[in-house]
């Protein structure tokens, strides 16, 4: 049986390197693997974030031995298929202290942006109220900070004050299988570990799944890793961490291969062609730190920030809104979308609708941000393309009393001007509010330009 897997694997790295095409003798390994779960998260990021297991025991029970069944197939693939039966319990995060014996950490040489200047924010005083009745601490803190005008503490805010720092960190693993959701498990120490950082789900189910065996892989797939505003901010922003050479050298595997995360890879330079997604088995396995809960580092932000590099005009004069029609829509848009125009025909600046049912390439997108010089509109994954605004932009977000400050803090962190105007639970802003907000936007992108 043993000998039997040995020919298989070497079968199979054969077809890898060839890159199939014949009639190859391949091999299958049968397996089923079950994994059963304590617990499941589903909370809504940026309201209800639960801290990671803080257990560093961790149990994956084994009640069968692991058997492999091969039998010797014609394929034009090289899939594996493991058949066992597995139950995690309490896997812990990577980047959680002294757990990791079986894999090795290494520090990223921290990226230097000593030079690099940060935004300033202006919270309405209902949203800074909303920060104080926030449940989670650090969005407690963060009110005090901000009422306070405390700068040096804004400074080193960094939005994870419950879940520690980034200091750049990558993991390496030998053979081990990778799941989508960002867990890790090695093909035969009882061992598991999560990717990601607040969220994850607990609860794996498996039965005889089908593995690709890869040689080398970088994997940025955390739960959640496939939406728009994750995408970006949690999973690819770790490449930040990742070296050319590391790059170039493996596939790049994600928790889905949709279309706006291949676009979203496609600009960093990375061809869809190495993307993989799903369950797969890495002989060698490169995971990077991600952005965890939401709160990408700065080194993270502004690798993306360069990588994407949309050119920007050298005269900006644009104010452009945000319209959201697919999902939270406000009722009152049409009157407030009125007001805009006026504003804007009044100060003698463009006038440009951002309506997220007609969406442009993700390109063009980010090419309109970069492009305005006043950016307005209600919290939601539109403004995510506030990754190609160049400094001084100025920002206005309609920001819910259930706060979340995710770009807050990406704008203060790309050095733009972020003023925040609440909106309520019916989902309307104030229309003096809006108006102050863009006449202050007004005084300083003047001085700005
Ligand atoms: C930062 O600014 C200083 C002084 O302006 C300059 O000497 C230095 O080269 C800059 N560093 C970077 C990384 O741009
Ligand atoms: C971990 O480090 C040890 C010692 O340097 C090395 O032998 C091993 O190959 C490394 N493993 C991985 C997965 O990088
Ligand atoms: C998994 O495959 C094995 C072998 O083919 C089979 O006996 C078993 O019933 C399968 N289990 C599930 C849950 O499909
Ligand atoms: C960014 O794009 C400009 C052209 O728009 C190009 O000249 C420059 O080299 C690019 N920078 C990087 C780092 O790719
Ligand atoms: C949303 O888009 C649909 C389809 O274009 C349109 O019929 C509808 O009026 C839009 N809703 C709003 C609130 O603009
Ligand atoms: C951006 O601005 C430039 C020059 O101001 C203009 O030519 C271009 O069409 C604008 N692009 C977008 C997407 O608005
Ligand atoms: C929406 O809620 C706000 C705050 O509670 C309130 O002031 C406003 O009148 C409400 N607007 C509408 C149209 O219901």
Not at 79 to 87: A, D, M, P, S, T
Not at 95 to 118: A, G, R, V, Y
Not at 146 to 153: F, Q, T
Not at 297 to 306: A, N, P, V
Request: aromatic residues 10%; proline residues 3%.
């Amino acid at each position: 049986m043993c000998q039997m897997k040995e020919r298989c694997v070497a079968v199979m790295e054969r077809n890898k390197s060839l890159f199939l095409g014949r009639k190859i003798i391949f091999c299958v390994t049968l397996s089923a693997l079950i994994i059963s779960i304590e617990t499941f998260f589903h909370q809504s990021i940026g309201t209800n974030i639960l801290k990671p297991d803080k257990i560093s025991n961790y149990i994956i029970a084994q009640k069968k031995p692991n058997s492999v069944f091969l039998s010797l197939v014609e394929s034009s693939s090289d899939l594996l298929y493991v058949y066992c039966e597995i139950e995690v319990k309490n896997a812990p995060f990577i980047w959680e202290k002294d757990i990791q014996s079986w894999f090795n950490i290494t520090n990223h040489i921290s990226i230097s942006h000593k030079n690099h200047s940060l935004g300033t924010v202006k919270l309405d005083l209902e949203n800074t109220q909303s920060l104080y009745k926030n449940r989670r601490k650090g969005y407690q803190v963060l009110g005090e900070i901000i009422e306070r005008h405390d700068l040096n503490r804004l400074r080193r805010w960094n939005g994870l004050s419950e879940y520690g720092i980034y200091s750049g960190r990558k993991a390496t693993f030998n053979d081990v299988i990778m799941f989508s959701n960002g867990w890790i498990i090695h093909k035969t120490k009882q061992l598991a570990v999560r990717n990601g950082g607040c969220l994850s789900e607990n609860k794996l189910q498996m039965h005889n799944v089908t593995v690709t065996r890869y040689k080398r892989v970088v994997s940025i797939a955390v739960f959640w890793g496939e939406g728009a505003w994750h995408f970006p901010m949690e999973a690819l922003v770790g490449l930040a961490y990742v070296t050319d050479t590391e790059q170039w050298s493996s596939f790049i595997h994600v928790t889905q291969k949709n279309k706006l995360v291949l676009q979203w890879l496609k600009l960093v330079g990375i061809n869809e062609k190495r993307v993989i997604h799903g369950t797969i088995l890495a002989d060698y396995l490169i995971v990077p730190e991600t952005g965890k809960c939401g709160s990408p580092s700065q080194d993270h932000i502004q690798w993306l920030y360069k990588k994407v590099n949309i050119s920007v005009p050298f005269k900006r004069n644009t104010v452009l809104l945000i319209k959201r029609n697919k999902s939270r829509v406000m009722p009152h848009f049409a009157k407030i979308q009125r007001f805009v125009e006026k504003f804007a025909k009044e100060a003698n600046i463009n006038f440009l609708l951002h309506d997220d049912n007609f969406l442009p390439s993700l390109h063009d997108q980010l090419q309109r941000f970069a492009n305005a010089s006043i950016v307005i509109g209600p919290h939601g994954g539109g403004m995510v393309n506030l990754i190609a605004a160049p400094k001084g932009t100025c920002v206005i977000e309609f920001s819910p009393m259930e706060a979340n400050v995710c770009y807050m803090r990406l704008s203060y962190l790309l050095g733009l001007t972020y003023v925040a105007v609440p909106l309520y639970g019916n989902n309307t802003v104030k229309e003096n509010k809006i108006k102050e907000a863009l006449n202050y936007c007004q005084g300083k992108t003047n001085s700005n330009f």
